[in-house]
């Protein structure tokens, strides 16, 4: 695994304890797992990833929970990983978060909600 994928995780885990947003990191993973399950292509995977973020963003109410639950992924979403949407498809525009393969997101993200359960007591 790549250099600095625990430090990253750390700190996504803090901004999620920060910002008091704490539950919509399993979205982001189960977003994240379903485009890795559709598509056996990297970046076609982490495409759909990508839109699929975008689409629940522009479509609350595709999530469940409520208003403070929505614009916590909103906050995650626009503000942390600066997901916006280019010609056909959404992108991530958090560099760091972006340079990553679906498995190292899965692993960042993962790492991130350990670090969320362990710091809440």
Do not use: W
């Amino acid at each position: 695994m790549k250099d600095g994928l625990y430090d990253m995780a750390v700190k996504i885990g803090k901004y999620f304890v920060k910002n008091r947003m704490t539950n919509v990191l399993d979205t982001v993973i189960n977003f994240c797992e379903s485009a890795k399950e559709v598509s056996n292509h990297e970046k076609e995977a982490k495409i759909k990833f990508f839109n699929m973020l975008y689409l629940a963003n522009k479509n609350p109410f595709m999530l469940a929970g409520g208003n403070s639950y929505k614009i916590a992924f909103k906050k995650f979403v626009e503000g942390y990983l600066s997901i916006v949407f280019k010609f056909k498809n959404a992108e991530c525009h958090n560099r760091e978060f972006a340079s990553l393969t679906l498995d190292e997101m899965l692993y960042v993200l993962g790492l991130a909600s350990r670090y969320i359960k362990c710091n809440l007591t």
